[in-house]
């Protein structure tokens, strides 16, 4: 377990991270502990397999949290509150910490590497996260219309994303990206697009909800 003196810091990290990026919402501090527990987890993890290739604690906290903080109030402000779905979901990011902002989320993690399953499902456990349920599969592998809500952090590229991901959602796909510009198709609209930056580390992000053009009055 974390000594004292790492959950202090932790907490003041996630701290900084909310102020920056949605200074509005405030959160308990037992929202910030279970955090803190899930990458102290992750940290004890990645000693024997590869979760995160994060080489310092900023960037492990700006990876796991910050983006998953942007979603929640991109959430909020779209009333997208139904059912989510994390492709290629990894250590946790963003779909775990989304959970842990929101327990009252209800989304699927879906991983097609064995030992990670295995991470979440004890993470899942250990912090008993209700709401949040695991699927070991590749995205060709899920039925369609799984979710209300797609996302992806890392796992492909944006025009393999849409392609993939959008028979997955019947209402919104969502894109993180490294701050490119990209757009969608002529059958695809955006209706959330917001750049960012990593609080602690600075990188540059953005975040984009894409709907089929069709869907709109649905939205």
Request: glycine share 6%; net charge negative; hydrophobic share 45%.
């Given at each position: 377990?974390?000594?004292?003196?790492?959950?202090?810091?932790?907490?003041?990290?996630?701290?900084?991270?909310?102020?920056?990026?949605?200074?509005?919402?405030?959160?308990?501090?037992?929202?910030?502990?279970?955090?803190?527990?899930?990458?102290?987890?992750?940290?004890?993890?990645?000693?024997?397999?590869?979760?995160?290739?994060?080489?310092?604690?900023?960037?492990?906290?700006?990876?796991?949290?910050?983006?998953?903080?942007?979603?929640?109030?991109?959430?909020?402000?779209?009333?997208?509150?139904?059912?989510?779905?994390?492709?290629?979901?990894?250590?946790?990011?963003?779909?775990?910490?989304?959970?842990?902002?929101?327990?009252?989320?209800?989304?699927?993690l879906t991983e097609p590497n064995v030992k990670r399953v295995a991470f979440l499902r004890?993470?899942?456990?250990?912090?008993?996260?209700?709401?949040?349920?695991?699927?070991?599969?590749?995205?060709?592998e899920l039925p369609v219309a799984i979710a209300d809500d797609a996302v992806s952090r890392?796992?492909?590229?944006?025009?393999?994303?849409?392609?993939?991901?959008?028979?997955?959602?019947?209402?919104?796909?969502?894109?993180?990206?490294?701050?490119?510009?990209?757009?969608?198709?002529?059958?695809?609209?955006?209706?959330?697009?917001?750049?960012?930056q990593w609080p602690l580390t600075q990188v540059s992000r953005r975040v984009i909800a894409?709907?089929?053009?069709?869907?709109?009055?649905?939205?």
């Amino acid at each position: 377990m974390p000594t004292q003196a790492t959950d202090t810091q932790g907490v003041s990290r996630i701290a900084k991270i909310v102020g920056e990026l949605f200074p509005e919402h405030q959160w308990t501090q037992a929202t910030y502990s279970t955090l803190v527990d899930w990458l102290d987890l992750l940290r004890q993890w990645n000693r024997k397999i590869d979760l995160t290739a994060a080489r310092t604690d900023d960037e492990l906290f700006d990876l796991f949290v910050a983006d998953a903080v942007v979603l929640h109030q991109a959430r909020l402000e779209l009333g997208a509150s139904g059912r989510w779905l994390d492709v290629g979901s990894g250590a946790g990011a963003p779909g775990l910490a989304m959970a842990i902002l929101d327990p009252s989320l209800g989304i699927e993690l879906t991983e097609p590497n064995v030992k990670r399953v295995a991470f979440l499902r004890q993470v899942i456990g250990r912090l008993g996260l209700t709401s949040v349920t695991v699927r070991r599969a590749r995205a060709e592998e899920l039925p369609v219309a799984i979710a209300d809500d797609a996302v992806s952090r890392a796992t492909f590229a944006p025009d393999t994303w849409l392609a993939q991901g959008l028979p997955l959602a019947t209402q919104r796909l969502w894109m993180l990206l490294a701050r490119e510009s990209w757009s969608p198709n002529s059958d695809c609209t955006i209706v959330y697009d917001r750049t960012y930056q990593w609080p602690l580390t600075q990188v540059s992000r953005r975040v984009i909800a894409v709907a089929r053009a069709h869907s709109q009055s649905d939205l």
